[in-house]
């Protein structure tokens, strides 16, 4: 098991994910292109108990 934190780029959205992720894959449908601004935006799954969020 592992234990990642990230969060948003502006700092408001802090995370912490005590998971392994249970898959991930990534979309490039135009939707997630013009919400992430990229060519495809990344997801994972985590159960939901193993995740904790926190706005700053």
Same mark, same amino acid.
């Given at each position: 098991?592992?234990?990642?934190?990230?969060?948003?780029? /502006?700092?408001? &959205?802090?995370?912490?994910?005590? %998971?392994d992720p249970?898959?991930?894959? $990534?979309?490039?449908? +135009?939707? /997630?292109?013009? &919400?992430?601004?990229?060519?495809? %935006?990344?997801?994972?799954?985590?159960? $939901?108990?193993?995740? +904790?969020?926190?706005?700053?």
């Amino acid at each position: 098991m592992s234990a990642y934190q990230g969060g948003c780029a /502006c700092g408001a &959205i802090r995370y912490e994910l005590k %998971a392994d992720p249970q898959f991930s894959f $990534r979309c490039h449908c +135009r939707q /997630c292109q013009r &919400i992430i601004g990229a060519g495809y %935006a990344s997801q994972f799954m985590v159960p $939901r108990h193993r995740r +904790r969020n926190q706005v700053l």
